[in-house]
């Protein structure tokens, strides 16, 4: 067992999709739209009415009632995620580099499905994830709920910021339905959950608190980056959205995982107080190669970050402030986009 643990989002961190959103385009007629226009929903939820019990990420409860009416099965999502992963780059060499330097877990709100497909791609012990547990093949409406859950989906495409209307939809009309029941028991591992499988893994390895460097991307990622902060841990937004951005304490903007890894590599052999000495040496502009040098990052790391980068395009790790905030902001939202597309960078 390690001292500390690294604890990581998938999409975003680790890949450029969002296996919610791509399975809705993929199998459900106007899918892509549904999907954002939901995720904006739940957004809404989480941000501005604070719902009591409702987690960000539930978008992927409020969305199985259409996979139903797609006739959408557990084969399908498997097969489908184990055809569709696109890793950040450099992502396989730093989960390989982290199971031998840190104790280290994937905590998404992805389906279980994509997890385990994912998890089999980049070599990584499926036992180290948490994820957001459906069965699909559970869920079931008769031919009058299909045509009301039909009915719902014009209606929500029609008026995509009607909340009532959705309010009603979804804790009105589908609370009669008995997919219902099975829906509420689902428990989805975003924001609070992402939180309570933190604690689960600390409980588990017997780890300190405040020997945690968690890494995250969006509006789920809150509640996990808030906890590290907090317990004088390491919170890292990669390539964030505002959500990210406002609660870490580090921001890293990048297009190759390499980044991260370099981070890790100071933290696993010294502690947090060498990392911030760290950032704050790289954006002095010195000699980077000799900064690496000064640090004893692993070699494999120094060979693999100065193939990806050269020194006019160096990737920036910088600490989040007031001041910096906002240019953080526009450059690590235009980065996400870049590489994960407007449609997957834009959702929460």
Known sequence: MFEKSFITDCEGPLTLNDNAFELCAHFIENGDELFKTLSLYDDYLVDVVKKEGYKAGNTLKLILPFFVLENLKNDDLISFSQNNICSVRDSKFLLKYLKESMNTYIVSTSYGQYIEALSNYMEFPFENTYFTDVDVDGLHLNDEELAKIAEFKKQ?????????????????????????????????????????????????????????????????????????????????????????????????????????????????????????????????????EELFEKYSICQDICEKFFEVFDDEKYPIIKLIDEENYEKILKESVSMRNNIRGEDIGGLG
């Open 156 to 288: 929500i495409l029609e008026s995509p910021e009607d909340y009532e209307l959705f309010d009603n939809i979804f804790f009105v009309e589908i609370p009669k339905m008995s997919i219902y029941e099975k829906i509420k028991q689902i428990d989805v591992v975003g924001g609070l959950g992402k939180k309570l499988a933190i604690d689960d893994i600390i409980e588990k390895d017997s780890i300190d608190v405040n020997q945690i460097l968690y890494i995250g991307d969006s509006i789920t990622d809150v509640e996990p980056l808030q906890f590290a902060r907090e317990n004088d841990g390491i919170s890292i937004s990669f390539n964030g959205n505002e959500y990210p951005l406002k609660v870490a304490e580090i921001a890293i903007v990048s297009p190759s995982a390499i980044t991260t890894a370099v981070i890790a590599d100071i933290y696993s052999n010294y502690d947090k107080s060498k990392v911030l000495k760290f950032i704050e040496e790289y954006n002095l502009q010195i000699n980077i």
